[in-house]
């Protein structure tokens, strides 16, 4: 980033579900990042679902603390790679017959338990959220389902502005990451048990802490974030207000694009897949519209600083020339890497690079065409 009076800008990164597609396709925005050497400047973190997948997966393979952009791109990357290349995350291949006969029911009605365990075992998730750095601070988005908000983890706090908010939380970051990505009916809700102490009544605006409470339940079901909103904005960026605690945003959005309905079936589950019900997908999609309409506009009236990195994007769009086109890759494998299914499988080589690519191109298009100012 260009410097001002030599202080860096702050990034801000809010990174949308998708499963593993999204994971990859974030993967491939951080490469571009790193190559410019700005991982160092990413001060908030904001992510949902595969967003928090693959940066849940970032921190431990670094020793959880967040990778520098040489780190990222001669380590983190490659390891990534060869990890979600080679591995199921959750499948009945990824918990073996040891693990079914262990599960047993659990498999196909407590689903959202065993995802912790595998996060564990299958992507080496490991540690508290109190064991990640202050900087930078990243929000783990789920959607509560006793109050209908955004129930998000950090290593600050846990909560929402309804419930309440309990500071500086002890809570596996394996447990977080399954709230975040617990779809709907698929995986199920996360039944997560609260601490007794520690609850406070907080603004709404600063989240400063008026008052203690007495928490009214003491179990929540936690569901994945896409079922408040699925691009992770709301941590970090108000319409009205602007950005929050950063300088310049950049979203990165793998969701999947509404297709015609598919059947749900426990063994399409057991197999990784994540065919979520109709509704879920029908409201996430019109939630992900104007969503992103809100930060379009607030973009162009200059409220914030930032670009919008979507999955899909033609490289026509941009007005790029016939020479960069023919070096770029094509519409159809753009749609490809779109149409890719939301799983929670490994991938093979050749889709991972493609969509990491997909990733890296988008990213650095879109920077070097609206928010080359800033790099």
């Known amino acids: 980033m260009t410097k001002d009076n030599q202080t860096e800008e702050r990034i801000a990164l809010a990174l949308s579900g998708g499963g593993v597609r999204a994971a990859v396709f974030h993967l491939g925005v951080l490469r571009f990042l790193a190559e410019q050497g700005q991982l160092e400047n990413v001060a908030e973190i904001s992510t949902v679902s595969g967003g928090s997948l693959i940066i849940g997966a970032i921190f431990s393979h670094a020793g959880l603390v967040w990778p520098s952009s040489a780190q990222f791109l001669n380590e983190t990357y490659p390891t990534l790679r060869a990890k979600l290349t ?75 502005w309804r419930f309440g908010r309990h500071f500086n939380p002890d809570v596996p970051i394996a447990n977080a990451i399954a709230a975040s990505a617990a779809v709907p009916y698929v995986i199920g809700a996360l039944k997560f048990n609260l601490p007794e102490h520690g609850w406070w009544k907080t603004d709404p605006a600063t989240k400063k802490p008026l008052e203690k409470i007495v928490p009214p339940l003491r179990t929540l079901r936690l569901w994945d974030g896409g079922a408040y909103e699925n691009m992770g904005l709301e941590a970090i960026y108000k319409p009205k207000r602007g950005l929050l605690a950063c300088d310049f945003l950049i979203c990165s959005d793998a969701s999947a694009p ?15 897949k994540l065919n979520s019900p109709r509704l879920f997908d029908i409201s996430s999609d019109q939630i992900r519209a104007l969503r992103s309409r809100m930060l379009m506009g607030s973009i162009e009236r200059q409220e914030v600083t930032g670009v919008l990195v979507r999955m899909g ?56 065409s609206y928010g080359k100012v800033h790099f």
């Not at 564990?120 to 783990?140: A, R, T, V």
């Not at 309905?261 to 057991?270: A, E, R």
């Not at 033609?314 to 023919?326: A, C, T, V, W």
């Not at 159809?332 to 093979?348: C, D, F, H, K, V």
């Open 313 to 368: 994007t033609s490289m026509r769009q941009f007005g790029e020339d016939l020479k960069i086109l023919r070096e770029c890759l094509t519409d159809e494998q753009g749609e490809i890497a779109l149409n890719y299914p939301t799983n929670l499988t490994r991938m093979s080589e050749k889709n991972f690079d493609l969509i990491a690519r997909h990733g890296h191109e988008i990213c650095q298009t879109t920077i070097n």
């Open 86 to 160: 080679s591995t199921d995350l959750f499948s009945l291949a990824a918990l073996g017959w040891k693990g079914i006969i262990k599960e047993n029911f659990r498999i196909f009605f407590r689903r959202a338990k065993i995802l912790p365990t595998l996060l564990s075992s299958q992507w080496g998730i490991y540690g508290s959220l109190k064991d990640l750095p202050d900087k930078p601070e990243w929000h783990i988005n789920a959607t509560c389902y006793e109050t209908g908000k955004n129930w998000r983890f950090s290593k600050k706090m846990m909560g929402d």
């Open 258 to 272: 509404l297709c015609m309905p598919k059947s749900f079936s426990i063994l399409g589950t057991l197999q990784g």
